[in-house]
C-alpha cells in the first residue's frame, strides 16, 4: 500500500505516511483499516492524527482503492487493469516520465499478460493473475550463492557476472526495438545493451528468439 499510495503524486508525503504507519501500529489494524478510521473514526482514542489536507487527501485514495474493489468483482481482468491504469492517472504520471516511453511499452507488455486470464471470470482472474506476476527484489540484493535463476533486464545487469546468460527476445521490434529503427543513436544504444548483456556470461551465452510472440493483443512473427 505505501509504494502506490502517493504514485501518482497526491500530496502525501514520507512524513504523513510515517505517522500512517505509526498510528495503524498504535491501533494493532493494517495501514489500509486505518485509512478507513479516517472516515469512520471510533472514539477519540482512535482521531486521526493528520492535518485536514492530508486526512482529505487520505480519504480520496481511499476511495479510489475500494472502487477498484468493487469493480474487480464485475470487469474482466484486462477490462480492470484498464480501468486502475485510467482511474489512477498513472498513464499520465509514466509518460512524464524521462523514460517514460520504454516504461509505457512494459505496461503494455503487462496487460498483454492479464489477457491470458481473461477466460476466467471476474474476481477469479484477478487472483491468478497477481499469482503469476512477481515483483522481482531489487538486484543490489542479490544472492549469487543461492544458485538459482536470476530474471533481470540488460540495464540492471551492467556490472554482475554469470556463469551462463540467457538473452531473450533477440529478434528485430524486440532487442533491437522496433522504435530504433530509424534513429541511428537508438540501434547504436540497443548494441551496446546487447553487448553488455553478452559480456555478463563467465562460460556461456545463449541467444535466444521466440517462433511466434503474442505482442500489445496480436501474434506476430519477428525476424531474428
Same mark, same amino acid.
Request: glycine share 10%; with cysteine; net charge neutral.
Given at each position: ?43 477519540d ?7 485536514? =489536507? ?7 485514495? /481511499? *476511495?479510489l482503492? +475500494? !472502487?477498484?474493489? %468493487? ?6 481482468i484486462?477490462?480492470?487493469?484498464d480501468a ?25 507488455e503487462? =496487460? ?7 477466460? /476466467? *471470470?471476474?474476481? +477469479? !482472474?484477478?487472483? %491468478? ?12 540484493g ?36 522496433? *522504435?530504433?529503427? +530509424? ?15 553478452i ?26
Open positions: 500500500l505505501l509504494r502506490i499510495i502517493n504514485v501518482p503524486g497526491r500530496g502525501i508525503g514520507q512524513r504523513s505516511l510515517s505517522q500512517l504507519s505509526g498510528w495503524a501500529k498504535s491501533m494493532g489494524v493494517s495501514q489500509y483499516e486505518a485509512l478507513q478510521l479516517i472516515t469512520e473514526p471510533e472514539g482514542e482512535h482521531q486521526p492524527p493528520f492535518s485536514p =489536507r492530508i486526512s482529505k487527501a487520505l480519504a480520496s485514495f /481511499l *476511495k482503492i +475500494d !472502487g477498484f474493489r %468493487a469493480r474487480s468483482q464485475e470487469l474482466d484486462a477490462d480492470l487493469f486502475v491504469v485510467k482511474g489512477s492517472g498513472y498513464k499520465e504520471y509514466i509518460l512524464s516520465q524521462m523514460d517514460g516511453e520504454e516504461r509505457w511499452d512494459n505496461i503494455l503487462l =496487460r498483454t499478460v492479464a489477457q491470458q486470464y481473461g477466460d /476466467l *471470470k471476474p474476481p +477469479d !482472474g484477478l487472483t %491468478a493473475f497477481l499469482e503469476g506476476v512477481t515483483l522481482v527484489s531489487d538486484v543490489d542479490l544472492d549469487e550463492s543461492t544458485g538459482g535463476v536470476t530474471l533481470i533486464t540488460l540495464h540492471q545487469a551492467k556490472g554482475l557476472e554469470f556463469p551462463v546468460v540467457f538473452i531473450v527476445g533477440v529478434e528485430e521490434g524486440i532487442l533491437p526495438h522496433f *522504435k530504433s529503427f +530509424d534513429d541511428p543513436e537508438q540501434m547504436e544504444e540497443e548494441r551496446r545493451l546487447c553487448y553488455v548483456g559480456t555478463r556470461a563467465k562460460r556461456r551465452v545463449y541467444l535466444v528468439r521466440a517462433f511466434r510472440r503474442s505482442l500489445r493483443g496480436s501474434s506476430t512473427v519477428n525476424k531474428p
